[in-house]
């Protein structure tokens, strides 16, 4: 057994994600020791619009940091051998070549190119990007700015990630890790380097883009006035990093190709490890946090985005969509599908297994018997077949059977939620034990380029610093019930398909353009 000793190294881990940035103070045994964390305001300026001040992702990072540092004692700052980065995947902004950003950000949740994704969203693409087309990678998205913007990329020296800005405002490079460019889709998935082709259609060359580095490998140092303002006066390595889904299955040690880590998050995403290149339909290609190795990732963007929303707009004011224990109840006391009430997820339209930009939500079923716990229930159970009928169809398209689900995010934290999703999968469910799970994954790369374990590899080091709590089995028989309901769920989106694009129609000739909660 590996003993540590009280000098062993401790790595920075940053999370910049949607709401907020953390950073974490790790040790070789997987345990945060001190934490820090800054908002960061979501911009709507229409209806479909998601963005970010670009200068909020580095001054929310630098505090965070600081923060964590600074509680600290001296000769544990001391100890601080590495700094890792993980982000929001797929979102992007220009830049002069001082880090000016020429306009906001425009986030992964963003909507706003369903008609470039229809012109530009190709089984070729596909293939050569790994990406379905989707509303979230970059690339659409960009081609939409090239279209409707177009002076921002002609002025702009660079175009890169959330984590590419960071590295940059920490070392004064424009670098960022393969495994965090990758999400844009402007790669060859297989050679895991820029495409010309995809580069012409986001409208962007390659000299806008970063210094790629493999996820693990050193991109530079923290700039010495940046580290000392922290409270670090020695070098720091900043290591190449990954994209947050990816994070999350690093620290969660899902490392083999036969247990799949899923995330019951803002959206919902589950992914495996394989060590070969492979495309499908129902899952999109990433390039992995260990260097030469692929994520196959299942994607919903409505994960507990729709529970918030729904607690938001029908649950107990006041609460704000925080979890109500009361409407947990009510829908814990439902039967299994509520007697026939279903509910298609699509309020960001839809992911795996359909990557349709245009499709939207539904709820069918309704009787004089449903009440709110019904309807609670129905969209939670949503969420799960789909996830069920995904991670299926994952097994069947690799070959390989999935046997143990290592879970995370704020939705294992409902006993009812957890326990829907694991009969809807059918597969126990294991709990990790760290919150900040994307921010551990970043924290273990940078960990394992310390060499702390005896080598380099991820891998190893992931099994270390990996901790998990308790483990929730499935029950047979609600198993069986999902499964007939969710043949039903996985119908109504084909036969709704029609209706969905004559709504798109609809509001592209009338836009509710009333935003409310934004900017």
């Known amino acids: 057994m590996t003993t540590y000793s009280g000098n062993d190294p401790l790595v920075i881990a940053i999370d910049s994600s949607t709401t907020s940035t953390k950073a974490i103070i790790v040790d070789t045994k997987g345990t945060v020791l001190s934490a ?21 992702w580095w001054t929310s990072t630098n505090e965070a940091i600081g923060e964590a540092v600074g509680r600290l004692h001296p000769t544990e700052r001391e100890r601080i051998a590495g700094l890792g980065i993980t982000h929001q995947r797929e979102t992007f902004a220009p830049f002069t070549e001082d880090g000016t950003p020429l306009r906001n950000g425009i986030l992964w949740l963003d909507i706003r190119a369903a ?32 279209e409707n913007e177009p002076e921002i990329f002609h002025k702009a020296d660079k ?3 959330v984590a590419g800005y960071l590295a940059f405002r920490l070392t004064g490079q424009w670098v960022d890790s393969v495994a965090c460019a990758d999400s844009l889709g402007l790669f060859n998935i297989a050679t895991l380097d820029w495409d010309d082709r995809l580069l012409e259609i986001a409208g962007v060359t390659r000299s806008q883009m970063p210094k790629l580095f493999q996820p693990g490998e050193v991109m530079g140092s923290v ?14 390595p900043v290591i190449a990093g990954l994209g947050d889904g990816q994070a999350a299955g690093i620290g969660a040690a899902a490392v083999a190709p036969n247990v799949a880590y899923l995330n019951m998050g803002t959206a919902v995403n589950a992914g495996v490890t394989s060590y070969d290149y492979q495309y499908g339909q129902v899952y999109r290609t990433l390039a992995g946090g260990i260097p030469g190795s692929y994520i196959l990732e299942i994607l919903q963007s409505s994960g507990a985005f729709l529970a918030t929303w729904y607690r938001r707009a029908f649950g107990v004011e006041g609460l704000n969509g925080a979890p109500d224990p009361a409407l947990e ?14 509910t298609l997820p699509y309020w960001n339209a839809v992911q795996s297994p359909y990557w349709d930009p245009v499709t939207r939500g539904a709820i069918v079923g309704w009787r004089g018997t449903h009440g709110k716990g019904s309807m609670y229930r129905s969209v939670l159970e949503a969420i799960c077949m789909e996830m069920g009928r995904s991670l299926k169809a994952l097994e069947d398209a690799t070959g390989t059977e999935i046997t143990e689900v290592r879970g995370m995010g704020g939705g294992l934290r409902s006993p009812l939620w957890r326990q829907i999703m694991t009969d809807a999968i059918g597969i126990p469910i294991t709990a990790c034990k760290e919150e900040e799970i994307s921010a551990l994954g970043a924290g273990v790369l940078a960990m394992a ?28 028989e609600k198993s069986a019930i999902y499964g007939e309901l969710s043949v039903i769920q996985a119908r109504l989106y084909k036969e709704l ?17 009333e935003v409310k909660g934004g900017e």
């Open 497 to 513: 398909d029609e209706t969905n694009k004559l709504l798109h129609a609809f509001a592209q000739k009338y836009p509710d353009v």
């Open 449 to 476: 380029s310390t060499g702390v374990y005896g080598d380099a590899s991820i891998a190893t080091a992931a099994q270390h610093m990996a901790q998990f709590t308790d483990v929730t089995e499935p029950d047979s």
């Open 223 to 236: 700039k010495p006035d940046v580290a000392s303002a922290w409270g670090i006066e020695h070098e720091l």
């Open 329 to 342: 109840k009510l829908a814990a006391e439902r039967e299994v599908g509520s007697g026939g009430l279903i």
């Open 115 to 146: 008609d470039q994704i229809l012109r530009y969203g190709t089984p070729e693409i596909h293939e050569l990007s790994g990406k379905p087309a989707d509303v979230t990678p970059a690339l659409y998205k960009m081609a939409w700015v090239r």
């Open 36 to 56: 820090g964390k800054r908002e960061v305001p979501l911009k709507t300026p229409q209806q479909g619009f998601g963005e970010h001040d670009p200068l909020v």
């Open 159 to 161: 175009v890169v990630t």
